[in-house]
């Protein structure tokens, strides 16, 4: 299941493998987080539940325990040991602190534009799958809009370094050492709201402000990011627990993009600490009537 996972195959033949072999481990709390840390669909993870409930073989009679049966489908082992996630004032000293963590989760990939990066094993099995989109939601909190990630793996890829589409490899991840609540540019409209992960070469210096491959910017500057890189939803999804169901649809996005504008100002320091301010939560508040609460992330 795991090779098949990160060999990109999809959620319905996944699901017809699990149909068509029986599973004789039941699976505990620890594989089915690991499963969804891969990306493998809740409707695949669930028959394997399913099936390995109805697949329990029942006691052999003592004279038939030596007969050899047919070969059965075996649920995957988690990692043996998951990094815990280094609190934000403690960066990993070099890549390969990321490396040892990662691994488990997904492909390192050397590029020759940016050497080692990585894939999640989740964005072969969900070519839809996008960052900032998929496996999390937007908290605000008192270091403005925090990307609160639901994959074990996502102390990392969605606070430090950055994020490329790849027209090969699809998204993967490019290590850095500072930390943020999120790496993202942000765009609104008067009735959507979007963002993008902020690629290669973008970095914010402090005192001066955002660079792109080394040379300060101005205020509204793109950094290569076009339509295809944003997630769009309503103001009412933002903070949504499922918000990749109730984006833009990609037929639709080139409309939306056109409609926004770049949120400026949506990076700022205080004391060294990145804050991630997006769009303001009184508009949030306003568009939603719905109040935004802070929560203490530092």
């Known amino acids: 299941m795991i090779e098949m996972a990160k060999r990109g195959v999809g959620g319905e033949a996944l699901l017809a493998y699990v149909e068509a072999n029986p599973i004789v481990t039941k699976l505990d709390p620890e594989t089915i987080v690991y499963l969804n840390d891969l990306g493998v669909p809740e409707n695949v993870v669930a028959a394997m539940i399913r099936k390995a409930d109805a697949d329990q073989p029942q006691p052999a009679p003592a004279e038939n325990q030596a007969t050899q049966g047919a070969p059965v489908a075996s649920t995957p082992a988690p990692p043996a040991q998951t990094q815990p996630a280094p609190p934000p004032s403690a960066p990993p000293a070099d890549d390969n602190y990321f490396h040892r963590s990662l691994a488990p989760y997904g492909d390192w990939i050397y590029d020759g534009r940016h050497g080692w990066v990585w894939r999640p094993t989740v964005a072969a099995v969900d070519t839809g799958w996008r960052p900032y989109c998929h496996g999390g939601r937007?908290?605000?909190?008192?270091?403005?809009?925090?990307?609160?990630?639901?994959?074990?793996?996502?102390?990392?890829?969605?606070?430090?370094?950055?994020?490329?589409?790849?027209?090969?490899?699809?998204?993967?991840?490019?290590?850095?050492?500072?930390w943020s609540p999120a790496w993202v540019h942000w765009r609104s409209s008067n009735i959507y709201?979007?963002?993008?992960?902020?690629p290669p070469g973008c970095d914010y210096v402090t005192g001066v402000g955002y660079m792109w491959h080394g040379s300060r910017v101005s205020v509204g500057f793109h950094f290569g990011l076009s339509h295809h890189h944003y997630t769009y939803c309503d103001y009412a999804y933002l903070r949504h627990r499922r918000l990749h169901r109730h984006r833009v649809r990609d037929n639709d996005v080139t409309i939306v993009h056109n409609e926004t504008k770049v949120v400026?100002?949506?990076?700022?320091?205080?004391?060294?600490?990145?804050?991630?301010?997006?769009?303001?939560?009184?508009?949030?508040?306003?568009?939603?009537?719905?109040?935004?609460?802070?929560?203490?992330?530092?």
């Not at 709201?193 to 902020?198: I, N, T, V």
């Not at 990076?267 to 769009?279: A, C, D, K, M, S």
């Not at 508040?285 to 203490?296: L, M, Y």
Request: proline letters at 7%.
């Open 138 to 178: 937007w908290i605000y909190s008192d270091v403005g809009w925090y990307w609160h990630s639901t994959y074990s793996w996502g102390w990392a890829p969605f606070h430090y370094g950055r994020w490329h589409r790849s027209s090969i490899h699809g998204w993967y991840w490019v290590p850095g050492y500072r």
């Open 193 to 198: 709201c979007g963002w993008a992960p902020l």
């Open 264 to 298: 400026n100002n949506h990076i700022t320091e205080n004391n060294t600490t990145i804050i991630n301010n997006g769009v303001p939560p009184e508009l949030v508040e306003k568009k939603t009537r719905e109040p935004v609460r802070k929560v203490r992330i530092r």
